[in-house]
């Protein structure tokens, strides 16, 4: 009989102790977000000196330059999705930042999904928006988010330019103050660090990198913005734009780029197409995708530049 009343009260208290768990993480999730609760990714910590461009993977579109001062500048947040959103988070949250600031290349959701996470869990502290922004619903909810939060926001353009302490710059090269098609109003940038160039494409079109090329060819300095430089035809990393497309990308501009490394940001469904891939094995170019290596990080320290690949938490060199 008391074997029986010591089976009962175990039984009793096992499900008082299973309400009572259940009752905390109810009470815990109600005030902290479960996402809070997710591990920061694990990444080599950055050098004295360092920047790195990080190129996500399984995300969508988002690219991070993080500077050596420790400021990060996010292009593109991701497609909004629960994974890369969680990823994105997860992403910064192991780059631990002095600060951040977000750039949209393009108003589409694909671009932003993202972004107000970033802005609710991290020291944002301004935004660059397109010029062309026809608003889907997840821009509009971005564009609240920033107003709520008093973060500043301004459209950027030619000539304008996002500069870190350190010396590192990214200068925008394309749109135009006003634009009325989504391809060609799409952010171009180049990003100087040293003696380190990188031109990123954005989603712009094949017809919007003709007529940069064609501008430089008039004037080598055109898109000389104040004090910073930029010369494209010492471009030592190529980023294609639109994961690769077919058509996203003329052969005319990477002979005048001259550089020696090709990165495609791409995932299923959306993996570079066979004529891009063959323009840049015309070109001589070394190819780093982010469907076949996972996330893809540029190192640029002392003037010179190194890719690294990631496989989860681990990482290698590549040659």
């Known amino acids: ?97 002095v600060s951040v600031s977000l750039l949209a290349t393009d108003a589409n959701g694909s671009c932003v999904g993202g972004f107000v996470r970033i802005l609710e869990n991290f020291p944002v502290e301004r935004a660059y928006l397109p010029a062309f922004s026809k608003e889907t619903g997840s821009y509009a909810k971005f564009v609240s988010a920033l107003q709520d939060r008093d973060v500043p926001a301004a459209r950027i353009t030619r000539y304008g330019a996002i500069a870190d302490p350190s010396g590192a710059y990214a200068v925008c090269l394309s749109p135009y103050r006003t634009e009325e098609d989504a391809s060609d109003a799409s952010v171009v940038l180049w990003l100087g660090y040293g003696d380190v ?64 490394e090709a990165l495609v940001q791409c995932g299923r469904g959306c993996a570079p197409s066979s004529e891009t891939m063959l323009l840049f094995a015309q070109e001589g170019l070394n190819v780093y995708r982010t469907d076949e290596l996972d996330a893809v990080t540029v190192s640029i320290r002392n003037g010179a530049y190194r890719v690294i690949a990631h496989f989860g938490d681990n990482r290698r060199q590549l040659d």
Do not use: W
């Open 1 to 97: 009989m008391r074997d029986r009343k010591f089976t009962r009260l175990q039984k009793i208290l096992k499900i008082f102790l299973g309400a009572a768990i259940i009752l905390f993480l109810a009470v815990l999730c109600f005030f902290l977000p479960f996402y809070a609760l997710l591990p920061a990714k694990r990444l080599p910590q950055r050098e004295e000196g360092e920047l790195r461009l990080h190129l996500l993977s399984g995300v969508g579109d988002c690219k991070i330059v993080e500077f050596p001062s420790g400021k990060l500048l996010m292009i593109n947040g991701g497609d909004g999705s629960l994974k890369s959103r969680n990823e994105i988070y997860r992403y910064v949250k192991g780059l631990n930042p």
């Open 197 to 260: 160039g990188i031109f990123l494409a954005g989603n712009t079109s094949s017809m919007r990198e003709r007529r940069i090329y064609d501008e430089y060819l008039i004037d080598s300095t055109i898109f000389d913005t104040a004090d910073y430089r930029v010369r494209l035809s010492e471009t030592d990393i190529y980023v294609a734009p639109s994961h690769g497309a077919r058509g996203g990308t003329r052969g005319e501009l990477l002979q005048l780029l001259g550089a020696k």
